[in-house]
């Protein structure tokens, strides 16, 4: 998954894309750089990032979208927690709904999923926007992780959404230190005890500068660890900015995975000949 921040002000990327020509290019290079889908949002949830009303959202986004379907791009994504916002992208041509609210934001999000019947993903945050980064704190991070997507899946399914529509995402970086986060990626084998899809998303985020005291447009070989880790440890979506690193990272790991199952198979699929592996 490919990201495409159309904001003035996102923590990585804000402004770079606001135009929506630039941001329909940036699209569509990711797709051509090996993106399976590009997740579109208008409103930064960096901390102190200010709210953004939903029509201007939608200002952002609609027109984007509606441009990378007119130009027969991939799976489109959807990045909001509001339910105006993504009926009007999916309108346009969007594929999936990615709310990093779980659906507590809005009241009305999970039922136009259900009458939609799209893709979701639902993202473990506690808190809000302004106040999940104030002393987040969990006895038990991962196992409380998994308890809370398991009611966000359930209050997801009263509302009528089919559980085969969802995919989870355990929220690295929000409402989570640094410590936290580690914790998540280290122990992210738990949640397939949920039996739905992962999606990580721990691009460029700050648990990785900290870590290695990196700034923001260092942090590519910390991400590249992170992808790394979370492929290796059953995550089926990552959400990106590097796409094209990134998809050698994923490749790479697949590979190991599939090796163990059947390594002469693989090998022969890469064109890797028997005993070379002096270098």
């Not at 329909?24 to 993106?35: I, M, P, Y």
């Not at 994504?77 to 999936?96: C, N, P």
């Not at 949640?191 to 990580?200: E, K, N």
């Not at 790479?252 to 163990?260: E, G, K, Q, T």
């Amino acid at each position: 998954m490919g990201v495409l921040n159309v904001t003035p002000d996102s923590f990585s990327d804000g402004g770079l894309f606001l135009d929506p020509e630039a941001a329909v290019a940036r699209g569509l290079d990711l797709f051509e750089a090996g993106a399976d889908l590009v997740d579109v949002g208008g409103e930064s949830t960096r901390p102190g990032a200010p709210a953004v009303p939903p029509q201007e959202e939608r200002r952002r986004v609609v027109p984007v979208i509606r441009e990378l379907r007119r130009h027969g791009a991939g799976l489109l994504s959807v990045d909001t927690t509001k339910s105006e916002v993504a009926r009007a992208a999916l309108d346009a041509g969007a594929d999936l709904v990615n709310d990093v609210s779980g659906f507590r934001f809005d009241p009305e999000m999970a039922g136009l999923v259900a009458r939609q019947g799209v893709p979701a993903v639902l993202m473990h945050l506690r808190g809000d926007f302004g106040g999940m980064h104030r002393e987040p704190r969990y006895r038990d991070v991962m196992g409380e992780v998994t308890a809370e997507l398991r009611e966000s899946m359930a209050r997801a399914e009263r509302a009528g959404v089919a559980r085969g529509q969802l995919i989870l995402d355990p929220g690295v970086g929000f409402a989570k230190d640094a410590g936290h986060s580690l914790a998540v990626l280290a122990r992210l084998p738990e949640l397939q005890a949920l039996d739905r899809p992962v999606l990580v998303g721990p691009s460029r985020k700050s648990f990785i500068g900290k870590t290695l005291d990196l700034p923001v447009g260092q942090r590519l070989m910390g991400t590249a660890a992170a992808v790394a880790a979370v492929v290796l440890g059953g995550a089926h979506l990552v959400r990106v900015h590097d796409v094209p690193e990134m998809v050698q990272v994923v490749r790479l790991c697949d590979a190991i995975l599939s090796s163990a199952a059947a390594p002469d198979e693989v090998a022969e699929t890469a064109g890797i000949a028997s005993g070379s592996g002096g270098d």
